[in-house]
């Protein structure tokens, strides 16, 4: 039988060297390390998504370069240094100047056109504005403004309106004296309707109007200080039509009468002046008797 050598025989098999417990808890700790990193990250991409930080960031950022912006533009020329004012006539110029909003020699860009018409819009007087931008340099704003109607007196204040009730001030009223004079609360509200009848009558026209409105369901209207018409509640139109044909038949306005009372179809109540005695030999134009 042969010898076996040594150098003949296959080599022991060695066991692998398991690698030292802390190096696995090293890299543990690394990867649970990193995982928080993460966790933080995206806590804080939620955060700053849902608190709206990035939006106001980028905000600041768009305002800043918008700023830098407008400012090259008004060294270049394009600023405000004329605002022309067309169609005013009852608005204080101060007022509209405060309410465009922007002072001479600010950049032109930066006006906002839309905005100052709505605050222009606002004012008492003003019934429409246009505003315009002509570049490089001018503002143009086109008013229209409202039309007063008649004076207002209501718990002892007087003010002026237009024909959808709107005051349009309370002061300097001495020159619109010319205007007729509603009284009494709602008066401001139905006015414009009751007046628009009242010039269908030709025989009130040119007289001083003074209309209070009774318990805010009809009108009484006195002329010229000097008589007094009852309308009724509804159909005021037809009552109206019916005075203005009695005038031009009897002449009821011409100083007979110190009051007449429309309010009834059948029927038509004058009083008669003290002063005026009845014509002796003509009867009298139309029934009269005491006021209920």
């Given at each position: 039988?042969?010898?076996?050598?040594?150098?003949?025989?296959?080599?022991?098999?060695r066991r692998g060297r398991r690698k030292p417990p802390v190096q696995w808890s090293l890299r543990l700790v690394a990867i649970a390390a990193a995982i928080a990193a993460l966790c933080l990250m995206l806590s804080a991409l939620v955060w700053g998504w849902r608190s709206g930080w990035f939006e106001r960031q980028a905000q600041a950022v768009q305002a800043s370069?918008?700023?830098?912006?407008?400012?090259?533009?008004?060294?270049?020329?394009?600023?405000?240094d004329d605002i022309v004012v067309e169609?005013?006539?009852?608005?204080?110029?101060?007022?509209?100047?405060?309410?465009?909003?922007?002072?001479?020699g600010g950049p032109i860009m930066e006006f906002d056109t839309a905005a100052s018409q709505q605050r222009l819009r606002q004012l008492p007087w003003v019934s429409e504005a246009f505003v315009a931008r002509r570049l490089p340099?001018?503002?143009?704003?086109?008013?229209?403004e409202r039309r007063p109607m008649a004076l207002w007196q209501n718990d002892r204040r007087m003010a002026l309106i237009d024909d959808t009730g709107r005051v349009l001030t309370r002061e300097n009223l001495e020159r619109f004296r010319h205007l007729p004079l509603l009284v009494g609360e709602g008066a401001e509200k139905e006015g414009a309707r009751f007046l628009a009848e009242v010039s269908q009558c030709s025989a009130l026209s040119g007289r001083t109007l003074t209309a209070q409105r009774i318990a805010n369901r009809r009108w009484d209207l006195r002329l010229d200080d000097k008589?007094?018409?009852?309308?009724?509640?509804?159909?005021?139109?037809?009552?109206?039509?019916?005075?203005?044909?009695?005038?031009?038949?009897?002449?009821v306005l011409d100083g007979l009468f110190v009051s007449i009372?429309?309010?009834?179809?059948?029927?038509?109540?004058?009083?008669?002046?003290?002063?005026?005695?009845?014509d002796p030999i003509a009867p009298p134009p139309v029934k009269t008797g005491s006021k209920p």
């Open positions: 039988m042969a010898r076996l050598r040594r150098s003949h025989l296959p080599p022991p098999r370069l918008w700023n830098q912006t407008l400012e090259w533009s008004r060294q270049a020329g394009l600023r405000v169609g005013r006539q009852e608005t204080p110029l101060v007022d509209v100047l405060t309410e465009l909003g922007i002072m001479r340099r001018r503002i143009v704003v086109r008013l229209i008589i007094t018409l009852n309308f009724p509640e509804e159909q005021t139109a037809s009552a109206i039509a019916r005075l203005c044909k009695l005038q031009s038949q009897q002449h009372d429309l309010r009834f179809e059948d029927r038509l109540i004058v009083q008669r002046r003290p002063d005026v005695a009845p």
